[in-house]
């Protein structure tokens, strides 16, 4: 069974940078593609961006854009997630997710990792 797991999450003042990693272990079923998802307190969980094992990117959120930058090592099995300039508004639970297809819904991915903490204050 695939197993996620985050890290690198924390707090940090409007403007700031984070970099998020997941790593990879186990084995996958159906994977294709890496996604950050995240999820603010009372809102639903969106997806933020998601990377094929190719390296094709696809970008769901125009407020990221220019600003986040998902990559991955696929000789450590991990994805990064690249957080600059960040906003209060990006405050939020960041979660991996390994899945058949990229798609800002949260249903067709099967792997999830338990989450890490982003918190940005102004």
């Known amino acids: 069974q695939g197993q996620l797991v985050e890290s690198g999450g924390g707090s940090v003042q409007a403007g700031g940078s984070l970099r998020l990693s997941c790593a990879a272990s186990?084995?996958?079923?159906?994977?294709?593609?890496m996604a950050w998802f995240r999820q603010a307190p009372g809102k639903e969980r969106e997806g933020v961006v998601c990377?094929?094992?190719?390296?094709?990117?696809?970008y769901f959120l125009d407020s990221v854009k220019g600003r986040f930058t998902i990559s991955q090592d696929n000789a450590k099995n991990t994805v990064y997630l690249q957080m600059n300039s960040l906003k209060p508004e990006d405050t939020a639970m960041y979660y991996c997710?390994?899945?058949?297809?990229?798609?800002?819904?949260?249903?067709?991915?099967?792997?999830w990792g338990q989450g890490t903490q982003v918190t940005v204050s102004s």
């Open positions: 990377i094929y094992s190719g390296g094709a990117t696809t």
């Open positions: 997710a390994a899945g058949p297809f990229c798609t800002s819904s949260p249903r067709p991915f099967k792997y």
């Open positions: 186990g084995t996958f079923y159906g994977r294709s593609c």
